[in-house]
């Protein structure tokens, strides 16, 4: 079965010259990937619902969307995540991020945004009891000590702009995000599988029906 990479669309992770540890959509964590498999739409999106209500069996799954006729789904999917101990977080940690699968004749999309750490108990490195990657991109500069610039405008004022020479990523945020990152492309991997293993499961159903 044919289940391969198709010209999957580009997500950067630099910014204003810095790389960052999770691939960017203007200003949060956005993943996504174009892949091939040799089915009609109808049968991916069979694989791909049978997939989350079998396969991802947990009480913070919702399902958005589930349209057929388009081949749309859209779901929030939680699951059970460890983060180091560096982060002085305890008890239970979960991410919480919203998956939209898209399906077309012979391939399928999947889109992984609005993601959201959960920690029952949180620490001084996370001070809410639940954060997104949008908010960890916020803390994510040191700035150090600011300078003022002149700048003279095609009109003869001049411009005052504030900027940060000293600025710098923050490793504890540095690190999370890494983590955080980690963490997603396991599920990637999982929904990946998740599709196969189902399609191949569809297969051979109909073709019981068919003996």
Known sequence: MACLPSFGQYIPNEKDGHTYPVPLKGTDAYYSEVMEIDRTKDQLYSAALHWIFKDFVSPKTVIQIQDPTSGKITAILGTHAKLSSYFGLKGE???????????????????????????????????????????????????????????????????????????????????????????????????????????????????????
């Open 93 to 211: 940690n979960f991410i919480y991020f919203l998956l939209t699968l898209k399906m077309k004749d012979g391939k399928y999309k999947y889109e992984i945004e609005n993601i959201h750490f959960h920690s029952s108990e949180p620490s001084k490195y996370m001070p809410n009891p639940e954060v997104s990657t949008q908010d960890v991109l916020s803390w994510y500069w040191k700035l150090g000590k600011e300078k003022q610039e002149y700048k003279r405008n095609a009109d003869g004022t001049m411009t005052v702009e504030m900027t940060y020479p000293d600025k710098k990523p923050r490793k504890i945020y540095h690190t999370m995000l890494t983590e955080i990152d980690q963490e997603i492309n396991r599920l990637i991997q999982v929904i990946k599988k998740g599709m196969v293993e189902n399609v191949i499961a569809g297969d051979m159903e109909n073709d019981n029906w068919r003996r």
